[in-house]
C-alpha cells in the first residue's frame, strides 16, 4: 500500500496506525484493490466479508460476527432505501444465506424495501 499511496509502510507501518490521511487511503487502497471487484461483479455482501477477515469470521469461525456485520448492512440498505442484494453471508457455500431456511436474511429485516 505504501508505494501505492505514497508513504513508507516498510520503514514506518505504525503511520497507518496514527496518521489519519494515511489510515483514509490505506483503508480506501485496500477496498480498491481488494473488495471494490467483488462488489461490483455481483458476488454480494458476504463476498466482502471474505475478503476482508474471512479468515477470520467465514466458514463458522465467527458466525455472530458475520451476523452482525450483515444485521449492520441490511439496515444500512434499509435506511438508505436500497435492496443489499444476494449472498449476504460468508458461511462456506458462497455465501448463499445456509442456515436461513432458504430465506433471504433481507426479506427478514427489511420486508418493506424491494
Same mark, same amino acid.
Given at each position: 500500500?505504501?508505494?501505492?499511496?505514497?508513504?513508507?509502510?516498510?520503514?514506518?507501518?505504525?503511520?497507518?496506525?496514527?496518521?489519519?490521511?494515511?489510515?483514509?487511503?490505506?483503508?480506501?487502497?485496500?477496498?480498491?484493490?481488494?473488495?471494490?471487484?467483488?462488489?461490483?461483479?455481483?458476488?454480494?455482501?458476504?463476498?466482502?466479508?471474505? +475478503?476482508?477477515?474471512?479468515? !477470520?469470521? #467465514? @466458514? /463458522?469461525? $465467527?458466525?455472530?460476527?458475520?451476523?452482525?456485520?450483515?444485521?449492520? &448492512?441490511?439496515?444500512?440498505?434499509?435506511?438508505?432505501?436500497? +435492496?443489499?442484494?444476494?449472498? !449476504?453471508? #460468508? @458461511? /462456506?457455500? $458462497?455465501?448463499?444465506?445456509?442456515?436461513?431456511?432458504?430465506?433471504? &436474511?433481507?426479506?427478514?429485516?427489511?420486508?418493506?424495501?424491494?
Amino acid at each position: 500500500a505504501g508505494a501505492a499511496i505514497g508513504f513508507d509502510g516498510l520503514n514506518n507501518p505504525g503511520i497507518v496506525a496514527t496518521d489519519p490521511v494515511v489510515s483514509f487511503k490505506a483503508a480506501l487502497w485496500y477496498w480498491m484493490t481488494n473488495v471494490h471487484s467483488i462488489i461490483t461483479s455481483g458476488q454480494g455482501f458476504g463476498a466482502t466479508i471474505r +475478503a476482508i477477515n474471512g479468515a !477470520l469470521e #467465514c @466458514n /463458522g469461525g $465467527n458466525p455472530s460476527a458475520v451476523s452482525a456485520r450483515v444485521e449492520y &448492512y441490511t439496515d444500512y440498505c434499509r435506511q438508505l432505501g436500497v +435492496a443489499p442484494g444476494d449472498n !449476504l453471508f #460468508c @458461511n /462456506g457455500d $458462497n455465501g448463499n444465506n445456509s442456515g436461513h431456511n432458504g430465506v433471504s &436474511y433481507f426479506s427478514l429485516v427489511c420486508p418493506a424495501v424491494s
